[in-house]
């Protein structure tokens, strides 16, 4: 049986990132191997820790991101050292979208480690930020040229999210692999009963038009923009729609503010964190993914596996797209947005068809297997040294 250790950058929320390491974890071949699960923030949710535990998972809290960023990537690369030196793993699988994280944590590993993973679930957005400095914007083509060259794969969920953080050049590397997000597309189905069960749960009509957003209310995920997007529909007369808000806040009301400015409080549900997300999707009619940056969002499948109309940013990948109703438009266009939304809305498709044809899509857990051979079942010492 290999040990693998997976290392993960963020807080334990249910995210994307957690969902993929989720349920590699939970459809890997069973006996072949044992996973140790490092998270280096803290864990936000503890009902959602217990049953990642249940895959069997040993957990490790790091609890290390409150910390200033000099003294977190010192404690990371100790933390990381030790766990290398006393725990005989044979793999070390990265989990995240920030150079630092990948580079301390190879750095760690040094040679101890046959196999190391550095496995990108995000856009670096350093040259996009505002409050980023030069001194940023150095490091990062060292540290990619470090990665492209120190990791046995450098991985990623989309090409957009392999160029990010390992650059270009590593699109013709032999390291270079894709790993597609995937979903139990059984939970996804489009089931009618569910459906109307879920809009009597809220008191909402067969006649209402349900938009959504799934994922933490944060200003990347931009739900704000959904918002607005409300509000500039009821202002060309649609009022009889509501926007459904699921996942937890993280701008302490920041939004039902904004809903309460512009008298669409009640246009707007804030559902919070939710375990039946999939139930959730069934009751909406059309998902929104404004986001400012995504890698390849696992929601935006799960929505798709739905038989969900989607409008989704387009900063978002085309790779995201399995369906055949999806736009990708500009959020800097609200008018296009809306005028999408109406479209959506007069169309006239077979739902169930359409959950239908996507999940007969590659992106079911079943393909994990494979994907988990790709990267754990390789000779490394065959492996060629490649400088990139």
């Not at 390491?21 to 459809?27: D, P, Q, S, T, V």
């Not at 699960?37 to 820790?49: H, I, P, T």
């Not at 393909?367 to 065959?382: A, R």
Request: hydrophobic share 40%; glycine share 6%.
């Amino acid at each position: 049986m290999k040990k693998i250790l997976l290392i993960h950058a963020c807080d334990l929320v249910r995210g994307g990132a957690e969902k993929f390491m989720e349920l590699w974890i939970k459809n890997a071949p069973s006996k072949a191997y044992e996973f140790t699960w490092y998270c280096m923030g803290e864990v936000s949710d503890e009902a959602y820790l217990n049953e990642i535990k249940q895959t069997g998972v040993t957990f490790i809290e790091g609890n290390i991101r409150k910390c200033g960023r000099m003294a977190r990537a010192i404690r990371l690369y100790r933390e990381i050292n030790k766990l290398i030196r006393n725990g005989g793993f044979e793999i070390v699988h990265i989990n995240s979208g920030s150079p630092l994280v990948e580079c301390i944590s190879i750095m760690a590993t040094a040679e101890k480690v046959p196999i190391k993973i550095a496995h990108s679930h995000s856009l670096v957005d350093v040259y996009r930020t505002p409050t980023t400095n030069v001194i940023c914007k150095i490091l990062l083509p060292i540290a990619q040229a470090y990665l492209r060259n120190s990791a046995t794969f450098c991985v990623a969920c989309s090409t957009e999210a392999g160029m990010s953080l390992f650059g270009k050049k590593i699109l013709h590397s032999s390291k270079w692999k894709i790993i597609q997000n995937t979903i139990d597309t059984s939970k996804f189905r489009f089931n009618e009963s569910t459906r109307n069960n879920y809009r009597q749960k809220l008191s909402i009509s067969s006649n209402t038009l349900v938009l959504g957003c799934v994922g933490l209310v944060n200003e990347n995920k931009n739900q704000i923009f959904a918002i607005d997007i409300v509000n500039a529909l009821k202002k060309e007369g649609v009022h009889n729609i509501k926007l459904i808000l699921i996942g937890i806040d993280m701008l302490d009301g920041k939004l039902q503010k904004e809903a309460d400015k512009m008298d669409i409080s009640n246009q707007v549900i804030f559902l919070g964190k939710s375990n039946c997300v999939e139930n959730w999707l069934q009751a909406l009619d059309i998902f929104l993914m404004p986001s400012k940056s995504e890698g390849l969002p696992i929601s935006a499948l799960e929505a798709q596996a739905a038989g969900l109309p989607c409008v989704l940013s387009d900063r978002i990948s085309r790779e995201t797209q399995f369906g055949e109703n999806v736009e990708f438009v500009s959020i800097e266009n609200i008018a296009l947005w809306v005028d999408i939304i109406k479209k959506f809305n007069k169309m006239e498709y077979k739902r169930e068809k359409e959950s239908r044809f996507v999940c007969q899509k590659e992106i079911d857990v079943s393909q994990i297997p494979k994907y988990i051979e790709s990267l754990y079942e390789v000779d490394s010492k065959n492996e060629k040294t490649e400088n990139i």
